[in-house]
């Protein structure tokens, strides 16, 4: 298995973006993604793929909230371990086990470098089984339509500079919805560097917090107020929480 260097790369995103999916596989590794938490919002086809399998991969939080659906071996991880969680999966894959990789929300919206990890994990063909994911039910909480939005997703390695250009670039012009990274930058973060290229600080913002669970808030700052809550990179720091979502809405 090889390493990823996230500075320096290769990004596992360019590897699992490389090539189309093979749809005529045989016998593929399922990556699924799992929804915002809630197992209702869990697909059918993805329920059955995790019902089905033989072992089942993915984040500690993300696994735990799919282990009473199957009766598969769980290999969890976290960013430390996830080298050896994933060795292990492929070396049940190649022993002949329908393995499942399991992701929060939908693998197309935040999942790409877990996505190339797998891939390069296993020695059979990887299908995606697309989840609802935070994103989509964030645009229907603020009623901001996709087609009139620039979504980006800090929350991975690396370097999120490219994203932070992509939501400078059309701030005030289009609708925006970020995934922040927990916790150094954090919907705060992202309104202070708005600020700073030049977006109005009347814009309307909201803080979409752990989408359909009964714990789900959301708060309605205008760009300027939430700007007051930057710095630090720390739960502490921050009144958000880690399963957040931020929207800017433009002005109609």
Known sequence: MS????DSGPDPADAAAAEPEDTAAQNPVIA??????????LTK???????QADVVVGFGT?????AELT????????????????AAFGDRVAEGAQGVAVLMGDPNHSGYQFLGKVENAVDRSVQVVPGISAIQVAA???????EDTRFVTLHKSGDIEPGLQRLRAVVGERNLLVLPRPYDVMPGDIAADLLDSGADPELDTLVLEELTHESESVTRLTLGELAEH?????????PF???SVLAVRAPR
Not at 73 to 78: S, Y
Not at 140 to 146: E, F, G, L, N
């Open 45 to 51: 086809r993805g329920r059955d793929a995790i019902a």
């Open 140 to 146: 229907s909480r603020a009623r901001t339509p996709m």
């Open 71 to 86: 009766d598969a071996e769980l290999l969890t991880c976290g960013y430390k371990d996830e080298a050896e969680a994933l």
């Open 230 to 238: 930057a710095g630090g990179d720390g739960p502490e720091d921050t």
């Open 3 to 6: 390493e990823y260097d996230l």
């Open 32 to 41: 699924v993604g799992i929804g915002p938490g809630n197992t209702d919002f």
């Open 62 to 66: 993300v696994v735990e909230m799919v």
């Open 241 to 243: 929480s880690d399963l």
